[in-house]
């Protein structure tokens, strides 16, 4: 069983037969159904089922010559709202399988942030049209966490959150210049991360480390898709699976300057969620490309 299905309330699937029944569920009676003729004359499916509020299973495979329905791969998936990066994109094909992972650089996370595309057969329709994604369109990120836990908020002044946002926005800006190759905006860059470094190493000694970081964004494991992360809830909502009945939390995240949803089993979760309070996680990355905007 995919890892992530317990995250969008399937967390008692015993075997493969009970799998096997969703999964038929999902293609007997599907909520979208994307066909697409790929490149070597293949028609690749993308059937969805939804669960709950924005979430449920994607089966995706191709039709035979006999117009039957041959499974290849499914995965859980949970569709953020919102904008949360406008960067370029590039689209690569994952090795083993008619799935693809996204990359986009944005300033503000500070990482490549690579995520597992939700939409590939809608992807591989403009593809065939020549619409390659780079900077046309947008991408609505959201998160599968198998577990994670709630964390109390660090509290500060007005004036501490007026001057973290214009640190934030300075540093953005520095970063972009950098990108661009100013080398002044690289030596003051290199002079802030000593500074940091420095300030970090003083308060480390009396101060726990959750009360320095405000909110990170990092890559997890071996896996390119997945990140520990962790950030301030700006909203949240409960909902439940219609087939199991199990409760899910869907949390809106703002995490280094970047708002997405996360989505979480409740029985997963350890803590409260409440909007001001941090979640902090391992999520695997998932994004959706607007094409219709």
Same mark, same amino acid.
């Given at each position: 069983?995919?890892?992530?299905?317990?995250?969008?309330?399937?967390? $008692?699937?015993?075997?493969?037969?009970?799998?096997?029944?969703?999964?038929?569920?999902?293609?007997? $009676?599907?909520?979208?159904?994307? /066909?697409?003729?790929?490149?070597?004359?293949?028609?690749?499916?993308?059937?969805?089922?939804?669960?709950?509020?924005?979430?449920?299973?994607?089966?995706?495979?191709?039709?035979?010559?006999?117009?039957? !329905? %041959?499974?290849? +791969?499914?995965?859980?998936?949970?569709?953020?709202?919102?904008?949360?990066?406008?960067?370029?994109?590039?689209?690569?094909?994952?090795?083993?399988?008619?799935?693809?992972?996204?990359?986009?650089?944005?300033?503000?996370?500070?990482?490549?942030?690579?995520?597992?595309? %939700?939409?590939?057969?809608? +992807?591989?329709?403009?593809?065939?049209?020549?619409?390659?994604?780079?900077?046309?369109?947008?991408?609505?990120?959201?998160?599968?966490?198998?577990?994670?836990?709630?964390?109390?908020?660090?509290?500060?002044?007005?004036?501490?959150?007026?001057?973290? %946002?214009?640190?934030?926005?300075?540093?953005?800006?520095?970063?972009?210049?950098?990108?661009?190759?100013?080398?002044?905006?690289?030596?003051?860059?290199?002079?802030?991360?000593?500074?940091?470094?420095?300030?970090?190493?003083?308060?480390?000694?009396?101060?726990?480390?959750?009360?320095?970081?405000?909110?990170?964004?990092?890559?997890?494991?071996?896996?390119?898709?997945?990140? $520990?992360?962790?950030?301030?809830?700006?909203?949240?909502?409960? /909902?439940? $699976?219609?087939?199991?009945?199990?409760?899910? +939390?869907?949390?809106?995240?703002?995490?280094?300057?970047? %708002? !997405?949803?996360?989505?979480?089993?409740?029985?997963?979760?350890?803590?409260?969620?409440?909007?001001?309070?941090?979640?902090?996680?391992?999520?695997?990355?998932?994004?959706?490309?607007? !094409?219709?905007?």
């Amino acid at each position: 069983m995919h890892s992530y299905m317990k995250s969008i309330g399937f967390s $008692n699937i015993k075997n493969k037969k009970e799998l096997d029944e969703i999964l038929k569920e999902v293609v007997d $009676n599907y909520d979208e159904k994307t /066909v697409v003729e790929d490149r070597d004359g293949h028609l690749f499916a993308e059937i969805s089922k939804i669960y709950g509020c924005d979430y449920g299973i994607t089966v995706c495979g191709e039709y035979d010559e006999n117009n039957e !329905f %041959q499974m290849e +791969y499914y995965f859980p998936h949970f569709r953020g709202t919102g904008i949360t990066t406008r960067e370029d994109i590039i689209i690569e094909k994952h090795a083993g399988k008619e799935s693809f992972a996204g990359a986009c650089d944005d300033v503000r996370i500070g990482v490549t942030m690579i995520f597992y595309l %939700q939409n590939a057969g809608e +992807y591989l329709s403009e593809r065939g049209k020549g619409n390659i994604p780079g900077s046309n369109y947008s991408v609505t990120i959201s998160g599968l966490a198998k577990e994670g836990k709630i964390l109390l908020p660090v509290k500060k002044e007005s004036h501490q959150v007026k001057e973290d %946002q214009e640190t934030a926005t300075n540093r953005n800006r520095l970063l972009a210049a950098a990108r661009n190759g100013d080398e002044d905006a690289m030596e003051s860059l290199t002079m802030e991360d000593i500074d940091i470094y420095a300030m970090i190493s003083r308060r480390i000694v009396k101060e726990d480390v959750y009360s320095i970081v405000d909110s990170y964004f990092m890559p997890y494991g071996i896996e390119c898709d997945q990140y $520990n992360v962790m950030g301030d809830i700006v909203d949240c909502s409960e /909902v439940k $699976n219609i087939k199991t009945g199990d409760t899910v +939390y869907e949390m809106s995240i703002l995490c280094n300057d970047i %708002q !997405f949803d996360v989505c979480i089993n409740k029985n997963d979760l350890l803590g409260e969620p409440q909007p001001g309070r941090r979640f902090k996680g391992v999520i695997w990355l998932q994004g959706y490309i607007n !094409f219709n905007e």
